[in-house]
């Protein structure tokens, strides 16, 4: 794409600075960190910007909330070296990334429905905790299965301290309870790690129920901030001709 500086109008640091309330530090970092393309200079060393300078800033505050600093920071720098292509695969990347979440989430969802509260049958972590076999045995699994489960992370067993076993509290069972749902559902351990650490972070399945919702806003969220600063950043590249 060709390059057109848009000199027609000078605007200097605190004019760009002063309508996103940032300060004029920030837009010679932006600068630095190739956000902005670099400015021109007056005889006296002063940094000049022009309308080109102000969409380039648009563009970059408006991708922010979608893609983070980090991928929002690169996809400019990709644009302003001249590597669309780069900046259109980070893009990309990150409707990847959402879409994932977005399946995460479902299948957190999907397993809540499909656990449900424990019948009869199943285990009951009491005071002291269960031992692999019962729980095991409940569960219908072989103990090598959640042994298994345990070195890849998705389930936390205690020891009892007088014979070493392991015993599974109540959180651990739960977690067991979890995983051999999703198990049944299809999903890989890699799959299932990210899920159960969501579990664990809200503190329960309870807690994560109500969060639901908040992550399903916050992912819709993300997917309207990724439209706005695709216009944004649109708008900018017609500047650049």
């Given at each position: 794409m060709g390059?057109?500086?848009?000199?027609?109008?000078r605007l200097r640091p605190v004019d760009l600075a002063r309508g996103h309330g940032l300060s004029t530090q920030a837009i010679r970092n932006y600068e630095e960190a190739g956000i902005l393309?670099?400015?021109?200079?007056?005889?006296?060393?002063?940094?000049?910007?022009?309308?080109?300078?102000?969409?380039?800033?648009?563009?970059?505050?408006a991708l922010l909330p979608g893609h983070g600093h980090r991928t929002a920071t690169s996809i400019m720098r990709a644009v302003n070296e001249e590597a669309a292509e780069e900046a259109f695969r980070l893009i990309d990347e990150s409707h990847a990334q959402l879409l994932e979440d977005r399946r995460?989430?479902?299948?957190?969802?999907?397993?809540?429905?499909d656990l449900g509260p424990r019948t009869a049958s199943e285990p009951e972590a009491g005071a002291g905790g269960v031992f692999i076999g019962p729980l095991a045995g409940k569960l219908g699994i072989r103990p090598?299965?959640?042994?298994?489960?345990?070195?890849?992370?998705?389930?936390?067993p205690g020891r009892d301290p007088l014979t070493g076993y392991r015993v599974y509290d109540e959180s651990a069972v739960?977690?067991?309870?979890?995983?051999?749902?999703?198990?049944?559902?299809?999903?890989?351990l890699e799959q299932i790690a990210p899920l159960i650490e969501q579990v664990r972070a809200a503190g329960g399945l309870e807690p994560l129920e109500a969060a639901l919702g908040d992550w399903r806003s916050r992912?819709?969220?993300?997917?309207?901030?990724?439209?706005t600063g695709a216009a944004e950043l649109e708008a900018y590249l017609r500047k650049r001709g």
């Open positions: 390059r057109n500086p848009q000199s027609g109008e393309p670099a400015a021109a200079r007056t005889p006296h060393g002063y940094r000049t910007y022009t309308p080109l300078h102000a969409a380039a800033l648009r563009a970059f505050l995460t989430l479902q299948a957190v969802e999907s397993a809540l429905r090598a299965t959640l042994r298994k489960w345990e070195r890849a992370g998705l389930v936390r739960r977690d067991a309870r979890l995983v051999h749902q999703l198990r049944r559902g299809g999903y890989l992912l819709s969220a993300r997917g309207r901030a990724m439209l």
